[in-house]
Every structure is written in structure tokens, then in C-alpha cells.
């Protein structure tokens, strides 16, 4: 099972890394059964702490606490060569977005990726190129 972010097409990355996932137990079950939604969700690091921001995930049906925020702010597990890395890519302008969201072993891992947002001329040339790679098959 893999949640990938359509959002994420929009990017061009020139990097991709790895990530654990800290979740509840509510929310592990919740991600097996039911699709997360990535609309706005963002990866920023405060205090020297990647956080995912906006990964909403929806609430699990057996859950004892059915008052949680689905929207809560959940941390990154990256080593400190990894988080030092993301954060001077941050420093040079570049964004830090979750492009899926998958199963290893029965660890959540997000896999994020570090780049800038394509323009729309780029996004025509790279489906113009597709394209052209379609006809020639």
C-alpha cells in the first residue's frame, strides 16, 4: 500500500529522502484501512525537528478518543546528518514536501522530496516530452 501526492507533480526535486513516521496507534490503524489526504501538507523544521504539518488522516472508526484533531503536526525520524541537510536546502529557498506515504515492513516511512515548484511553461515542456516518448514507442 502506497499514498503518493499528487501535489508532488507539480515539483521538480533534486533530492528525495526516507522518513519515519510518528504516529498514535489510532492513526497507524487508520492509515492500513483509509486513504490520507495531502492537500497543503508541508514538511518544515522547527528547533531542529522536521514536523509534517497538514497530512490530513481520517479518524479510525474503532478509535476510544474520537475528539483528535486529524490535522495535528507529526514528526519526521531522520538522522542528524539527514535533518542538517534539509535544513540548509530550506535555507536555500528550496520546499520540503511529503511525496508518499508507504508501508516497510510494518513501519510508516514518508518519502519527501526537496526542490522547487514547476513553472507552467516547464510543466507543458515536460508533458510535450511525454508525449513525444509515447508516439515513438
Known amino acids: 500500500m502506497r499514498y503518493f501526492n499528487k501535489d508532488s507533480l507539480d515539483y521538480q ?17 487508520s492509515l492500513r484501512i483509509q486513504t490520507p489526504q495531502f492537500i497543503g501538507s508541508k514538511i518544515e523544521v522547527i528547533n531542529g525537528q522536521p514536523t509534517l504539518f497538514n497530512l490530513k488522516i481520517p479518524v ?24 542538517a541537510k534539509l535544513i540548509s536546502l530550506r ?7 511529503p511525496i508518499a506515504i ?5 513501519w510508516f516511512k514518508v518519502e519527501i522530496g526537496v526542490g522547487r515548484k514547476m513553472r507552467q ?12 516518448k509515447k508516439t515513438i514507442r
Open 13 to 29: 526535486f533534486i533530492q528525495k529522502f526516507e522518513a519515519g513516521l510518528a504516529l498514535t496507534g489510532a492513526d497507524a490503524k
Open 60 to 83: 479510525y472508526k474503532y478509535s476510544q478518543n474520537t475528539e483528535t484533531d486529524k490535522t495535528t503536526e507529526r514528526n519526521l525520524l531522520l538522522s542528524e546528518k539527514e535533518i
Open 91 to 97: 535555507h536555500q529557498k528550496y520546499m520540503i514536501i
Open 102 to 106: 508507504y508501508l516497510r515492513g510494518k
Open 121 to 132: 511553461y516547464e510543466k507543458r515542456a515536460k508533458i510535450k516530452d511525454q508525449e513525444i
